[in-house]
């Protein structure tokens, strides 16, 4: 007697034993372990250079925002024109080396090289840290832009915030370190009375201002 084979019915037949998914991994070789060795000891090596480099970041961003304050310039309804380099209504904010802020306007501004810009009747204030203000403004004026020096000339008008006026034809302001001189006759009011002199000094940001002689004094009250 003979027996014919039945059919297999999908999802019957014999089926292969199982293993488990950790009997099924590979126990890792000498060279995989020592691989990660090799990262852990890098990864432990790096981490305190990246920790300084933040720290480093942190402490020294000051000073890369105050970079970043000296060079910049905004634009007051103004437009630049790129055929002719010149800007209208320009203003420039700046710091100088003891953080006191100070600032520069003038009607027209024309770059006349990567150094140099030519203004047309500038204006410049700095504010001291005690709240008080010096304000200085010309006919026209050549800015530095590296060296932060403003040289004015043409009917040169200094104004401080206590009254004291001095006019003289040209004048050098060092932004940088808040100073300014100028070698032209230099005439000053004030509460004091009035001044003629040969040249001028100022110091601090327009706190100290010396002159030069001979001159003449005119004190209020009386002559000298």
């Known amino acids: 007697m003979t027996l014919a084979r039945l059919p297999t019915l999908p999802g019957t037949g014999p089926r292969r034993p199982r293993t488990l998914g950790a009997a099924a991994r590979k126990p890792p070789t000498a060279a995989a372990m020592a691989r990660r060795r090799w990262m852990v000891a890098i990864a432990k090596a790096l981490l ?3 920790a300084l ?3 480093a970041t942190v402490a020294l ?3 890369f925002h105050r970079d970043i304050e000296q060079g910049r310039i905004a634009y007051r309804r103004g437009s630049l024109l790129p055929e002719t380099g010149q800007l209208t209504d320009a203003r420039y904010h700046g710091v100088d080396d003891h953080g006191r802020p100070y600032t520069i306007t003038a009607a027209v501004a024309r770059q006349t090289s990567p ?6 009747t ?14 200085v403004k010309a006919q026209q004026g050549v800015y530095l832009q590296r060296a932060q020096q403003l040289d004015l000339s043409g009917e040169v008008f200094l104004y401080r915030d206590d009254g004291t ?17 100028g070698a032209a006759m230099t005439h000053v009011e004030g509460p004091f009375g009035t001044l003629d002199a040969q040249g001028f000094t100022v110091t601090d940001s327009g706190t ?3 002159f030069a002689g001979p001159g003449r004094v005119l004190l209020n009250g009386g002559a000298k």
């Open 48 to 50: 305190p250079l990246i």
């Open 53 to 55: 480099a933040l720290l």
């Open 61 to 63: 961003w000051p000073e």
């Open 115 to 120: 150094e140099r810009i030519d203004l047309t």
């Open 122 to 135: 500038p204006m410049g204030d700095v504010v001291q840290e005690n709240g008080s203000w010096l304000t």
């Open 165 to 181: 006026t001095l006019t003289t034809d040209a004048a050098t302001v060092d932004l940088k370190a808040g100073a300014a001189a």
């Open 208 to 210: 100290v201002i010396h």
